[in-house]
């Protein structure tokens, strides 16, 4: 009987964790993804990991890897160990695919790029799909050894055993994929260089992560991940797949529908609580219909059967409405530094003379919190507290500026 995802955790201790790859951006689908990790971690006591995945040097920048730094410490999302670097592993990569290549679970495939796709495109005029027809499994070991001996490039395989491939997936229940389906896939590319299915198996085995919760996107990486820690001999974790966030016309959310990096709603005013309670509250759901949940109850009640199977929609309106909420119960001191920053570019933007004095701020803020649904808002709709009138109407001044308490 397979143990369902939540009674796992319950003896040894959970080890999850979050695998971006640096792409210049940290998507609210990669945070949100991040948040349910380091959720379930706290909730069960267990650790929170952080792994770069940088693999792809061209898009693996410094910078790249800094926004998804700065984006996870804004939000309070810190990992309880050290971070770890998948490019910096590659020689463990490479061991492991040697490994299965002596043990036999792997081969070495000789067949040029260019036969690879002539093949694929004969099978497409066929009309027939087309799978690695697995020539090179049946080389003669003398001819493997001749070839190795010219120096001929080699990718390496995995050699897909028969049989079903059956997980249990804390969102979506029993999946089955048949081994039919599934081609002898390439674990070393001909330059050497392990392909991400290894990579992320190998880094998950060494990093003992329990439980693989990430997006919906990799449910297919899944059979052959699995098949990689049967053939490794490593113990395999759970998995659980979310479901794709999506715009409020339920398309795939992306730029169409607004900014998706969080950054921007770090620049744009918002609270870094603010998105913890929206993202927290996008797939998954305590059971009832509240909006506003604050980190610790969060915390407290967060569990993987809670997450939804279908599409969750990030509405932007509804998160200015919870913005308000936050904004409005935020004392000065715990923003003083943020609304700083704002006004401080409010100065350099020139719609004030000067930076206001944090007494200033401090009564202003205390003034409109309550009606701005913003930080950035206090230098924006709230910037007549700061500045003399434009203008002003003599009459309208003489009429109600007289009394006593003016
Ligand atoms: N690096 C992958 C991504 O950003 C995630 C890998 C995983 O979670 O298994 O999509």
């Given amino acids: 009987m397979i143990k369902s995802i939540e ?3 319950v003896g040894g201790i959970v080890r999850v964790r979050f695998a971006p790859s640096p792409t210049g951006d940290l998507h609210v689908g990669g945070v949100r993804t991040a948040l349910f990790n380091y959720l379930y971690a706290r909730h069960t006591d267990g650790r ?5 995945e940088d693999t792809d040097r061209e898009r693996s920048t410094p910078e790249a ?7 996870l410490a804004w939000l309070g999302l810190d990992p309880d160990e050290e971070i770890v670097y998948q490019s910096r592993r590659m020689e463990l990569h490479r061991a492991a695919a040697l490994e299965l290549l002596e043990r036999g679970g792997a081969y070495r495939c000789f067949c040029a790029p260019e036969e690879l796709t002539g093949r694929r495109e004969e099978a497409r005029r066929q009309g027939r799909p087309y799978k690695y027809d697995r020539r090179c499994l049946h080389l003669p070991p003398e001819e493997v050894n001749s070839r190795l001996d010219e120096g001929r490039p080699y990718a390496v395989r995995l050699k897909v055993p028969e049989g079903e491939i059956r997980f249990q997936d804390g969102v979506h229940g029993e999946i089955r994929v048949s081994g039919e389906e599934i081609e002898d896939f390439v674990l070393l590319r001909r330059d050497g260089s392990p392909t991400y299915m290894l990579a992320v198996v190998v880094d998950d085995a060494d990093m003992g992560i329990t439980h693989i919760i990430r997006g919906d996107d990799h449910i297919s990486n899944t059979p052959k991940q699995i098949l990689l820690y049967r053939a490794l001999d ?7 797949h979310v479901p794709l966030i999506l715009g409020t016309d339920k398309k795939r959310l992306s730029k169409r529908h607004g900014a998706t990096s969080i950054t921007h709603y770090r620049e744009a005013g918002y609270l870094p609580e603010t998105m913890i309670n929206c993202l927290g509250l996008l797939g998954w759901s305590p059971g009832d219909d509240r909006n506003v949940i604050n980190r610790q109850e969060l915390t407290q009640l967060f569990d993987i059967s809670g997450i939804q199977s279908s599409g969750a929609v990030f509405d932007e309106a509804k998160l200015q409405w919870l913005s308000g909420q936050y904004i409005s119960g935020t004392e000065y001191a715990s923003v003083s530094g943020e609304l700083g920053r704002f006004a401080e570019m409010a100065a350099s933007e020139g719609r004030l003379e000067a930076i206001p004095p944090p007494e ?6 205390n003034l409109m919190r309550s009606r701005i649904h913003l930080l950035s808002d206090l230098f924006d709709r709230g910037l007549y507290m700061f500045r003399d009138p434009d203008t002003y109407e003599p009459k309208g001044v003489r009429k109600y500026f007289s009394g006593e308490n003016i």
């Fill in 65 to 71: 890897v800094q926004v998804i730094l700065d984006g």
């Fill in 360 to 365: 200033q701020i401090e009564t202003a803020w």
């Fill in 234 to 240: 490593r113990p395999q974790p759970e998995f659980a």
């Fill in 7 to 9: 009674d796992k955790g």
């Fill in 48 to 52: 929170f990991l952080l792994r770069i």
